[in-house]
């Protein structure tokens, strides 16, 4: 078996995330993608970061008509601080050995990649595979990444949260199903 590992925040999912699930699950041969959200990011000082319930319920809503994606909150009930290995080897421990498991990261990522948590058994644990990302080039790809071009499209959370504090739309920036949820919820305001 092949299974993409998309983590993150998710703070919240929006369709830069869904086409790089979506380009990565067909352009590896992947017969999966799981999203895994954070529960505390071991690299982001998060202000706005809503609740980890929310966050993983609109990732639901998000992928729900996918049956190529799933979401683990492995992460979530692990609480505390997320790192990315501990999650590799519990997914190593649930799929099996002979399951070949693709650890799926922006080229945002790259910069601090070193100060991750045990980076070495991540590449060992996994097919390290880095997308490009607008407004972050790559700088120097680790011997042990594979890099997958997939369209380019220039959408964040952060910049998702921006336009609901200041009234503005997301619409076509996430699924209109999550945008429903948010604001039914009042999220970001």
């Known amino acids: 078996m092949r299974i993409g590992v998309l983590g993150g925040t998710f703070n919240p999912i929006h369709i830069g995330h869904l ?14 993608v799981i999203f895994v959200p954070a529960f505390i990011p071991p690299h982001k000082i998060e202000e706005e970061l809503v609740s980890a319930d929310h966050r993983y319920r609109m990732i639901e809503i998000a992928i729900k008509d996918n049956p190529n994606f799933e979401i683990s909150n492995i992460e979530l009930r692990r609480s505390g601080r997320s790192y990315s290995v501990d999650t590799l080897r519990q997914f190593k ?7 070949k498991l693709f650890f799926i990261t922006g080229s945002d990522s790259l910069g601090e990649l070193f100060s991750w948590k045990d ?16 407004g972050y080039p790559f700088k120097e790809l680790p011997k042990e990444a594979e890099l997958v071009l997939i369209t380019p499209i220039e959408v964040s959370s ?3 949260r921006k336009r609901i504090r200041e009234g ?10 999550v945008r429903n949820y948010i604001n039914k919820k009042g999220l970001y305001r």
Not at 24 to 32: E, G, I
Not at 119 to 134: E, G, T, W, Y
Not at 170 to 176: C, E, S
């Open 19 to 32: 086409i790089l699930a979506e380009e990565a699950f067909s352009k590896l041969s992947l017969d999966k």
């Open 93 to 99: 421990k649930l799929y099996g050995k002979f399951t």
């Open 119 to 134: 980076i070495n058994d991540i590449f060992k644990l996994s097919q390290f595979v880095v997308a490009n990302r607008p």
């Open 158 to 160: 952060s910049q998702i």
């Open 168 to 177: 503005l739309s997301i619409r076509y920036l996430v699924p209109d199903a």
